[in-house]
């Protein structure tokens, strides 16, 4: 049964490693081509703004999604540019940082959300152009919106099969696994030994796999209550939805976590579970390492930061 009493981390798989994110700290390990481990540590950095927006539901998913597109955007820049340099190479990494460090940060940022955005658009418009298209044989608004809804998940299973027959994603989703495998084995109070965590599964209900497939049967709801007629205003409401799914996606996600050991109602959270058979790979010991490292250096991250709290409020 899950430790309700431990904190809840978050990760990503990147090139040759993976990325955990923890309250105060975001930590990525990537084994490099040398079999070193390097890490890249970013502080998170509270905006009031944004932590009353995650307090609000519906709008505190889109929230999480955006800042986390762009947290996670540096952490793959910095992996993409580090995991095929040996240990003689450290000095790119300080000459290309150091003049312009805001400007990249910002840049990548802004780059990554857009990036996410630009792929929702097109995995949302795509299915409504075919779906009109075979509007002579399913003519009724409810068969439009379930022929969309079967070309948006045809199309999601399509892309995510072919992407990861490629020898470099197919690693990334073998990563994606020993992600899971920690977070599950940490939730479930076991020592990190790889032993352990290749015990665990590589399945776990908060992943933005299972996000990714609630967005599909959340829309299919959703678009129940708008016209579909003409096509230019389906396209609009499409668009203009995109939040509104994506809101109540994020809630559905929490739900289905908060019942993963309920009897019965564990079920709602399968379907993602099962698209998760394609979006993770069983990872090697080596990878597992990696991913202990990262895992265990934004936990040493973390304590340091509760302990300095504390000498703070004693010094006071």
Known sequence: MQNITKPIYGGQAVVEGVMFAGKAHSVTAIRRKDRSIEYFHVPRHTNPTLAFLKKIPFIRGIVAMIEASANGAKHLQFASERYELDQNDEAPQEEKTHPSKLSIVLGVAVVGVLS????????????????????????TKMAQIFVEGMFKLALLLAYI???????LIKRVFQYHGAEHKVINAFEAGLP???????????????????????????????YMFVPTDPLWLRVMNRLALIPVVLGISFEVLQFTNKLRDVPVLRWLGYPGLWLQLLTTKEPTDDQVE?????????????????IEKKSCSVTI
Do not use: D
Request: glycine share 2%.
């Open 192 to 222: 990190l030994t790889v032993e352990n965590v290749q015990r665990s599964s590589r399945l776990h209900y908060r992943c933005g796999s299972s996000f990714i497939l609630f967005t599909v049967i959340v829309g299919v709801f959703v």
């Open 290 to 306: 990696v991913a202990i490292a990262s895992f265990q250096e934004l936990l040493r991250l973390e304590e340091n930061m509760e």
């Open 161 to 167: 099969y072919f992407i990861s027959l490629t020898p």
């Open 116 to 139: 996410f955005l630009f792929a929702k658009t097109i995995f949302t418009l795509v299915p409504v152009f075919l779906a009109a298209f075979l509007k002579p044989l399913f003519p």
